[in-house]
Every structure is written in C-alpha cells, then in structure tokens.
C-alpha cells in the first residue's frame, strides 16, 4: 500500500519484487492528460501537481538507476536528483547513494552540454550511445566527463539495461520517458511496471503525444495487458495509477 496513517499518498513505502536474473527490474513512470498528451510546450512540465512532482520523486528514492531517451534529455535534462535532503537520508539508510543513477540513451548524441547532467557530479551518470552514431559524435561526449557505453544500434534498450545491470551493478531501474522508449522495452518485454499519473487537463492541440509509441499501427495481437496494483485520487483531482506489464496479447 501507498497509504500513510494520515492518507496521504506515500511512495516512500511501495514495495517492489526482486528482479529477474538477467535484467534489472524495470518501472515506468509517466504524466498524460486526459485527452492522453504527454507534452506542453515540448515538455511534460505542464502537466502534474506538485504532488504529482513530490511522488515523482518518492518512487525514484527505490530505483538505482533512473533512464531516459535522448529527446526527453534535450527537452527536460536528465539529473536523476532527489532534491530533498529527507529522502537522500532514506537512500542512504538504506545502504544505497544519495541519488539514482542517471542514464540516458541516445542514437545520435545530441546531449546538451548545458544540461545538470554534464554540469553537477554530485551524482553518477552515464550515457548509452547507439553503434550507429559518428565516431566524432563520442569523442566529443567523452570528453565532457560521463562514462559513455556503446550499445548495439537493433537491440540500444536491451543492451543499456544489461550493462546497468551487470556493470553498475542496478537492480531497478526507472524509465522516464520518452514515448519511443518506453515502447521499444515494452514492446520487447523489458518492462514489469507501468506508473502513470492522470492529469485533469485537457491540452488540445493537433500532435498525438502519447506515453508510449513504436513504429506501425496498433494491432490487436501487439496489445498489451496491464493489471491495476493501485489506483488512488487527491484533491488535485490527479489519479495515480499503479500497473503492472503482461506480455504481449499474441
């Protein structure tokens, strides 16, 4: 449960399952109006509460690493910070670092250098860049100071949760988005479960911008199956749904 004694809503106190012995244990975690948009003015920023900030950051206190896409990073940056000396405290007494992990997938390399990620080495990064990618293009991430692993152009997604899993030692690891990534581990069976807070926003607008996407239509035998864990309102009207992922209906 996710319940504290007050009522309040508590990520803090969520439970996970040990991860399977080939990967790490892998949660998404997104915002989506109700009208199913997951962007406002290029970034999920106008979307959630500051609860829904506050749980963002909850949930990422039982991760070791936090992940996103490269077009996520070039929108929002990727830092992974807990930005709360409370739940750094909880980290720690728990046996683990200050701060998540930070890591970021790329194919073409295009990480603003401005960004905390390059910036603040409070916390460890690293960055998965695509085989596919120029040779300049990781000379010039290598010398910016964050550890970059060269992941396999068909098969990115998978080969960054091994290296996370065996070489950085992550047993969970959190995805934050963007939509093309949360649907090539999804589609790929990498995922175990789905967090998505329902804004009571309605964004307009004539660009889909779903929480997950991969290439082609929908399919009835690509659909898949999700089991509701938790479902839980707060006065700012937001939903907070827990899930998790089944495999694939065909």
Not at 46 to 64: N, P, Y
């Amino acid at each position: 449960m996710a319940q504290s004694q007050r009522g309040e809503i508590d990520y803090t106190r969520l439970s996970f399952p040990d991860p399977p012995a080939d990967r790490p244990y892998v949660a998404i975690n997104m915002v989506m109006s109700a009208d199913g948009r997951t962007v406002v003015d290029g970034t999920e920023r106008g979307l959630g509460s500051a609860l829904d900030q506050r749980l963002m950051r909850e949930l990422r206190v039982h991760f070791d690493a936090v992940m996103n896409g490269g077009a996520t990073f070039r929108a929002s940056g990727t830092s992974a910070r807990l930005n709360h000396a409370e739940l750094e405290q909880w980290r720690v007494e728990r046996g683990m670092t200050p701060s998540p992990i930070a890591a970021v997938l790329t194919r073409s390399g295009d990480l603003p250098p401005e960004r905390r990620f390059f910036t603040d080495h409070s916390f460890y990064a690293v960055i998965y860049l695509s085989s596919s990618a120029p040779v300049q293009v990781r000379q010039e991430l290598d010398s910016r100071g964050r550890p970059v692993v060269v992941v396999p152009e068909r098969d990115a997604a998978a080969a960054a949760l091994t290296h996370l899993r065996k070489g950085l030692v992550a047993r969970r690891v959190l995805v934050e988005g963007g939509a093309t990534l949360n649907g090539e581990l999804i589609r790929r069976g990498l995922v175990d479960e789905f967090f998505l807070t329902l804004a009571p926003r309605i964004t307009g607008g004539d660009r889909a911008h779903p929480a997950v996407q991969w290439p082609g239509d929908p399919t009835a035998a690509g659909i898949r199956q999700l089991t509701l864990v938790h479902a839980m309102t707060a006065q700012t009207g937001e939903l907070f749904l827990r899930y998790r992922v089944g495999p694939a209906a065909g």
